[in-house]
Nanobody
């Protein structure tokens, strides 16, 4: 059984930094991608960053140059390092794993990030 637990959310000032962690328990044998999503009040959930097992990364335009996704395979954990935070980054952030076989997506419980101006 795969379980994802986020940590590291909280309050930050505009221009500040936060580091989110996603710890995975239960092994995914056919991992397709590791992802960070966020959902702001009144908005749909959006994909922010993706990393595939080979290490390639993709970022949403809104966070490119400010956020970095990475993983530590030894710790079964992946991260979202956020720099130069903006008030519009305020949202609930969710980590997610996509499994290839069988096709399935797993979600963390979400962690609140609030950026004040």
């Amino acid at each position: 059984q795969v379980q994802l637990v986020e940590s590291g959310g909280g309050l930050a000032s505009a221009g500040g930094s936060l580091r989110l962690s996603c710890a995975a328990s239960g092994r995914i044998v056919t991992l397709k991608s590791m992802d960070w999503y966020r959902q702001a009040p009144g908005k749909q959930r959006e994909l922010i960053a993706t990393i595939i097992p080979e290490g390639n990364t993709i970022y949403a335009d809104s966070v490119t140059g400010r956020f970095t996704i990475s993983r530590d395979n030894t710790k079964n954990t992946f991260y979202l390092q956020m720099y130069r935070l903006k008030p519009e980054d305020t949202a609930v952030y969710y980590c997610s794993l996509e499994q290839q076989r069988p096709p399935m997506r797993f979600w963390g419980q979400g962690t609140q990030v609030t950026v004040s101006s």
